[in-house]
Protein backbone atom coordinates (compact mmCIF):
# COMPACT_ATOMS: atom_id res chain seq x y z
CA UNK A 1 0.00 0.00 0.00
CA UNK A 2 1.32 3.56 -0.68
CA UNK A 3 0.39 6.79 0.30
CA UNK A 4 0.88 9.98 -0.75
CA UNK A 5 -0.01 13.40 1.05
CA UNK A 6 -0.70 16.88 0.03
CA UNK A 7 -0.87 20.31 2.13
CA UNK A 8 -3.73 22.21 0.52
CA UNK A 9 -3.27 26.17 0.99
CA UNK A 10 -5.09 28.90 0.18
CA UNK A 11 -4.15 31.90 -1.78
CA UNK A 12 -2.47 33.44 0.84
CA UNK A 13 -0.92 30.22 1.68
CA UNK A 14 -2.68 29.03 4.70
CA UNK A 15 -2.91 25.38 5.36
CA UNK A 16 -6.50 24.43 4.28
CA UNK A 17 -6.09 20.86 5.07
CA UNK A 18 -4.48 17.73 4.05
CA UNK A 19 -4.89 15.25 1.24
CA UNK A 20 -4.06 11.68 1.85
CA UNK A 21 -3.80 9.45 -1.39
CA UNK A 22 -3.93 5.82 -0.45
CA UNK A 23 -3.62 3.40 -2.89
CA UNK A 24 -3.23 -0.25 -3.56
CA UNK A 25 0.14 -0.71 -5.34
CA UNK A 26 0.33 -4.46 -4.56
CA UNK A 27 -1.78 -5.48 -7.93
CA UNK A 28 -0.14 -2.88 -9.93
CA UNK A 29 3.34 -4.41 -8.94
CA UNK A 30 1.85 -7.91 -9.39
CA UNK A 31 0.97 -7.16 -12.87
CA UNK A 32 4.50 -5.21 -13.73
CA UNK A 33 6.21 -8.26 -12.02
CA UNK A 34 4.10 -10.61 -14.30
CA UNK A 35 4.88 -9.16 -17.50
CA UNK A 36 8.51 -9.01 -16.70
CA UNK A 37 8.54 -12.62 -16.00
CA UNK A 38 6.60 -13.24 -19.30
CA UNK A 39 9.05 -11.30 -21.37
CA UNK A 40 11.73 -13.00 -19.91
CA UNK A 41 10.19 -16.43 -20.33
CA UNK A 42 9.25 -15.83 -23.94
CA UNK A 43 12.82 -14.79 -24.86
CA UNK A 44 14.08 -17.73 -23.14
CA UNK A 45 12.07 -19.84 -24.43
CA UNK A 46 13.05 -18.45 -28.53
CA UNK A 47 16.78 -18.49 -27.94
CA UNK A 48 16.56 -22.04 -26.87
CA UNK A 49 15.68 -23.02 -30.14
CA UNK A 50 17.74 -20.49 -32.04
CA UNK A 51 21.14 -21.29 -30.13
CA UNK A 52 20.60 -24.53 -30.86
CA UNK A 53 20.65 -23.71 -34.81
CA UNK A 54 23.03 -21.59 -34.73
CA UNK A 55 25.12 -24.42 -33.54
CA UNK A 56 23.74 -27.09 -36.34
CA UNK A 57 24.44 -24.35 -38.95
CA UNK A 58 28.15 -23.50 -37.93
CA UNK A 59 28.62 -27.13 -37.71
CA UNK A 60 27.35 -27.15 -41.44
CA UNK A 61 28.94 -24.91 -42.91
CA UNK A 62 32.38 -25.53 -41.25
CA UNK A 63 31.92 -29.11 -43.49
CA UNK A 64 29.33 -31.03 -42.37
CA UNK A 65 27.48 -30.11 -45.18
CA UNK A 66 29.29 -32.34 -47.55
CA UNK A 67 28.65 -35.43 -44.84
CA UNK A 68 26.14 -37.66 -46.60
CA UNK A 69 25.46 -39.26 -43.58
CA UNK A 70 25.15 -35.85 -40.79
CA UNK A 71 23.89 -33.15 -43.13
CA UNK A 72 20.58 -34.83 -43.35
CA UNK A 73 20.38 -35.08 -39.76
CA UNK A 74 21.57 -31.57 -39.29
CA UNK A 75 19.05 -30.31 -41.20
CA UNK A 76 16.46 -31.88 -39.77
CA UNK A 77 17.36 -30.46 -35.95
CA UNK A 78 16.90 -26.89 -37.27
CA UNK A 79 13.72 -27.78 -39.19
CA UNK A 80 12.60 -29.00 -36.13
CA UNK A 81 13.61 -26.31 -33.95
CA UNK A 82 12.03 -23.84 -36.93
CA UNK A 83 8.93 -25.70 -36.09
CA UNK A 84 8.79 -25.43 -32.61
CA UNK A 85 9.21 -21.55 -33.19
CA UNK A 86 6.82 -21.34 -35.13
CA UNK A 87 4.12 -23.14 -32.72
CA UNK A 88 5.31 -20.71 -30.11
CA UNK A 89 4.94 -17.67 -31.62
CA UNK A 90 1.60 -19.22 -33.05
CA UNK A 91 0.68 -19.50 -29.54
CA UNK A 92 1.98 -16.02 -28.46
CA UNK A 93 -0.25 -14.29 -31.33
CA UNK A 94 -2.90 -16.18 -29.99
CA UNK A 95 -2.85 -15.46 -26.54
CA UNK A 96 -2.30 -11.75 -27.07
CA UNK A 97 -5.39 -11.86 -29.20
CA UNK A 98 -7.52 -13.01 -26.31
CA UNK A 99 -5.68 -10.43 -23.65
CA UNK A 100 -7.20 -7.85 -26.47
CA UNK A 101 -10.31 -9.37 -26.41
CA UNK A 102 -9.47 -9.09 -30.15
CA UNK A 103 -10.17 -13.07 -29.73
CA UNK A 104 -13.67 -12.52 -30.22
CA UNK A 105 -15.82 -15.71 -29.74
CA UNK A 106 -17.96 -17.15 -32.86
CA UNK A 107 -20.35 -18.46 -30.91
CA UNK A 108 -22.80 -21.11 -32.17
CA UNK A 109 -25.37 -23.56 -30.88
CA UNK A 110 -24.20 -26.63 -30.57
CA UNK A 111 -25.07 -30.35 -29.66
CA UNK A 112 -22.29 -31.26 -26.94
CA UNK A 113 -22.61 -35.34 -27.26
CA UNK A 114 -22.14 -35.66 -31.05
CA UNK A 115 -19.37 -32.75 -31.29
CA UNK A 116 -17.20 -34.20 -28.45
CA UNK A 117 -17.82 -38.17 -30.19
CA UNK A 118 -16.48 -36.57 -33.65
CA UNK A 119 -13.28 -35.02 -31.83
CA UNK A 120 -12.53 -38.07 -29.78
CA UNK A 121 -13.10 -40.32 -32.97
CA UNK A 122 -10.42 -38.24 -34.65
CA UNK A 123 -8.13 -39.53 -31.90
CA UNK A 124 -9.26 -42.99 -31.97
CA UNK A 125 -8.45 -42.93 -35.71
CA UNK A 126 -5.00 -42.39 -34.84
CA UNK A 127 -3.85 -45.91 -34.26
CA UNK A 128 -0.06 -44.55 -33.28
CA UNK A 129 -1.58 -44.72 -29.69
CA UNK A 130 -1.59 -47.66 -27.52
CA UNK A 131 -4.17 -45.94 -25.52
CA UNK A 132 -8.11 -46.81 -25.25
CA UNK A 133 -10.49 -44.11 -24.81
CA UNK A 134 -13.32 -44.85 -22.31
CA UNK A 135 -16.55 -42.65 -23.07
CA UNK A 136 -19.15 -42.00 -20.67
CA UNK A 137 -21.53 -39.95 -22.15
CA UNK A 138 -25.50 -38.89 -21.22
CA UNK A 139 -28.13 -40.62 -22.75
CA UNK A 140 -29.52 -37.07 -23.57
CA UNK A 141 -28.56 -34.31 -25.98
CA UNK A 142 -26.89 -31.26 -24.28
CA UNK A 143 -26.95 -28.28 -26.37
CA UNK A 144 -25.44 -24.61 -25.79
CA UNK A 145 -23.44 -22.01 -27.29
CA UNK A 146 -19.96 -22.33 -27.94
CA UNK A 147 -17.28 -21.62 -30.34
CA UNK A 148 -16.50 -24.65 -32.03
CA UNK A 149 -12.85 -24.25 -33.03
CA UNK A 150 -12.07 -22.98 -29.98
CA UNK A 151 -13.50 -25.84 -27.42
CA UNK A 152 -11.89 -28.22 -30.30
CA UNK A 153 -8.79 -26.35 -29.46
CA UNK A 154 -9.19 -26.99 -25.67
CA UNK A 155 -10.17 -30.43 -26.07
CA UNK A 156 -7.05 -31.51 -28.56
CA UNK A 157 -4.79 -30.33 -25.97
CA UNK A 158 -5.80 -31.35 -22.74
CA UNK A 159 -6.17 -34.97 -25.03
CA UNK A 160 -3.02 -34.97 -25.92
CA UNK A 161 -1.36 -34.22 -22.84
CA UNK A 162 -3.21 -36.96 -21.06
CA UNK A 163 -1.36 -39.54 -24.16
CA UNK A 164 1.84 -37.60 -23.46
CA UNK A 165 1.89 -38.22 -20.33
CA UNK A 166 0.06 -41.59 -20.44
CA UNK A 167 2.57 -44.80 -19.65
CA UNK A 168 1.68 -47.41 -22.99
CA UNK A 169 -1.77 -48.85 -22.69
CA UNK A 170 -2.73 -46.81 -20.13
CA UNK A 171 -6.76 -45.41 -20.34
CA UNK A 172 -8.04 -42.48 -20.49
CA UNK A 173 -12.11 -41.73 -19.53
CA UNK A 174 -13.82 -39.00 -21.18
CA UNK A 175 -16.39 -37.99 -18.97
CA UNK A 176 -19.43 -35.88 -20.16
CA UNK A 177 -21.98 -35.06 -17.25
CA UNK A 178 -25.08 -32.62 -17.48
CA UNK A 179 -25.29 -30.22 -13.79
CA UNK A 180 -28.12 -27.91 -13.15
CA UNK A 181 -26.88 -25.01 -14.90
CA UNK A 182 -23.17 -26.14 -16.30
CA UNK A 183 -22.12 -29.51 -18.27
CA UNK A 184 -18.86 -30.69 -16.95
CA UNK A 185 -16.20 -32.36 -18.60
CA UNK A 186 -13.26 -34.23 -17.36
CA UNK A 187 -10.56 -36.10 -19.13
CA UNK A 188 -8.86 -38.76 -16.63
CA UNK A 189 -5.50 -40.27 -17.35
CA UNK A 190 -3.27 -43.13 -15.64
CA UNK A 191 -0.13 -40.89 -16.34
CA UNK A 192 2.64 -39.75 -14.14
CA UNK A 193 0.72 -37.43 -12.63
CA UNK A 194 1.51 -33.61 -11.07
CA UNK A 195 2.73 -33.08 -7.60
CA UNK A 196 -0.13 -31.39 -5.31
CA UNK A 197 1.66 -28.33 -4.90
CA UNK A 198 1.80 -28.14 -8.55
CA UNK A 199 -0.89 -28.55 -10.26
CA UNK A 200 -2.76 -25.40 -10.00
CA UNK A 201 0.35 -24.13 -11.92
CA UNK A 202 0.22 -25.83 -14.86
CA UNK A 203 -2.69 -23.30 -15.97
CA UNK A 204 -0.18 -20.82 -15.59
CA UNK A 205 1.95 -19.68 -19.07
CA UNK A 206 5.36 -21.42 -19.68
CA UNK A 207 4.68 -23.53 -16.38
CA UNK A 208 5.76 -26.89 -16.85
CA UNK A 209 6.46 -29.48 -14.42
CA UNK A 210 9.22 -31.32 -16.27
CA UNK A 211 10.83 -28.69 -19.03
CA UNK A 212 13.08 -31.31 -20.53
CA UNK A 213 10.13 -33.51 -20.89
CA UNK A 214 8.12 -31.12 -22.22
CA UNK A 215 10.25 -30.03 -24.99
CA UNK A 216 11.29 -33.36 -25.58
CA UNK A 217 7.34 -33.95 -26.11
CA UNK A 218 7.14 -30.55 -28.40
CA UNK A 219 5.36 -29.04 -25.97
CA UNK A 220 5.57 -25.02 -25.60
CA UNK A 221 4.23 -24.76 -22.24
CA UNK A 222 1.18 -22.45 -23.30
CA UNK A 223 -1.41 -24.90 -24.35
CA UNK A 224 -2.89 -24.94 -21.09
CA UNK A 225 -2.72 -21.41 -20.52
CA UNK A 226 -4.54 -20.99 -23.72
CA UNK A 227 -6.98 -23.68 -22.66
CA UNK A 228 -7.76 -20.96 -19.27
CA UNK A 229 -8.37 -18.15 -21.58
CA UNK A 230 -11.27 -19.46 -23.67
CA UNK A 231 -12.90 -21.66 -21.08
CA UNK A 232 -13.02 -18.50 -19.23
CA UNK A 233 -13.98 -16.54 -22.33
CA UNK A 234 -17.10 -19.13 -22.57
CA UNK A 235 -18.05 -17.86 -18.55
CA UNK A 236 -16.86 -21.24 -17.68
CA UNK A 237 -14.17 -23.02 -15.14
CA UNK A 238 -11.26 -24.95 -15.61
CA UNK A 239 -9.03 -26.76 -12.64
CA UNK A 240 -7.12 -29.99 -12.26
CA UNK A 241 -6.64 -33.14 -9.67
CA UNK A 242 -4.02 -35.14 -9.77
CA UNK A 243 -1.86 -37.80 -7.61
CA UNK A 244 1.70 -38.69 -8.37
CA UNK A 245 1.83 -41.55 -9.87
CA UNK A 246 -1.87 -42.40 -10.55
CA UNK A 247 -2.59 -40.22 -13.02
CA UNK A 248 -4.45 -36.47 -13.74
CA UNK A 249 -8.02 -35.33 -14.13
CA UNK A 250 -8.46 -32.47 -15.94
CA UNK A 251 -12.30 -30.51 -15.45
CA UNK A 252 -14.08 -28.17 -16.88
CA UNK A 253 -17.22 -26.31 -17.15
CA UNK A 254 -19.47 -24.60 -19.28
CA UNK A 255 -22.75 -22.44 -18.40
CA UNK A 256 -26.05 -24.03 -20.21
CA UNK A 257 -28.60 -21.24 -20.63
CA UNK A 258 -30.86 -21.08 -18.06
CA UNK A 259 -34.04 -21.08 -19.54
CA UNK A 260 -35.64 -18.28 -18.31
CA UNK A 261 -38.82 -18.35 -16.00
CA UNK A 262 -42.21 -19.19 -16.92
CA UNK A 263 -41.10 -20.03 -20.27
CA UNK A 264 -40.51 -23.74 -19.29
CA UNK A 265 -42.62 -26.47 -20.79
P1 LIG B 1 3.03 -28.38 -22.59
O1 LIG B 1 3.19 -27.76 -23.93
O2 LIG B 1 4.30 -28.43 -21.80
O3 LIG B 1 2.29 -29.67 -22.61
P2 LIG B 1 0.67 -27.34 -21.24
O4 LIG B 1 0.30 -25.93 -20.91
O5 LIG B 1 -0.25 -28.09 -22.12
O6 LIG B 1 2.13 -27.29 -21.82
O7 LIG B 1 0.84 -28.13 -19.88
C1 LIG B 1 1.66 -27.58 -18.86
C2 LIG B 1 2.32 -28.66 -18.03
O8 LIG B 1 1.35 -29.35 -17.26
C3 LIG B 1 3.02 -29.74 -18.84
O9 LIG B 1 4.34 -29.38 -19.18
C4 LIG B 1 3.01 -30.91 -17.85
O10 LIG B 1 4.10 -30.80 -16.96
C5 LIG B 1 1.74 -30.70 -17.06
N1 LIG B 1 0.63 -31.57 -17.53
C6 LIG B 1 -0.40 -31.21 -18.33
N2 LIG B 1 -1.25 -32.24 -18.53
C7 LIG B 1 -0.75 -33.28 -17.84
C8 LIG B 1 -1.17 -34.65 -17.63
N3 LIG B 1 -2.27 -35.13 -18.20
N4 LIG B 1 -0.38 -35.44 -16.83
C9 LIG B 1 0.73 -34.96 -16.26
N5 LIG B 1 1.18 -33.69 -16.42
C10 LIG B 1 0.46 -32.86 -17.19
Redesign the pocket.
Known amino acids: IRASFSVVQDEEENFNGLITVISDVTEQEKVERERREFVSNVSHELRTPLTTMRSYIEALTDGAWEDKEIAPQFLEVTQNETDRMIRLVNDLLQLSKMDHKEGAMNKQKVELVSFVENILDRFDMNKTDVIGIERKFPKEQIKTRIDQDKITQVID ?2 M ?3 I ?3 PEGGKITFQLAKEQNRVKFS ?1 K ?1 Q ?4 ARE ?1 VD ?3 D ?7 A ?3 E ?11 KEIIEAHHGHIW ?1 T ?1 KEGQ ?2 T ?1 YFTLPLKNRKRGNQK
Open positions: NISNAKYSIDGLGIKKIFRFYRVDKRSRLGGTGLGLAISASGTI
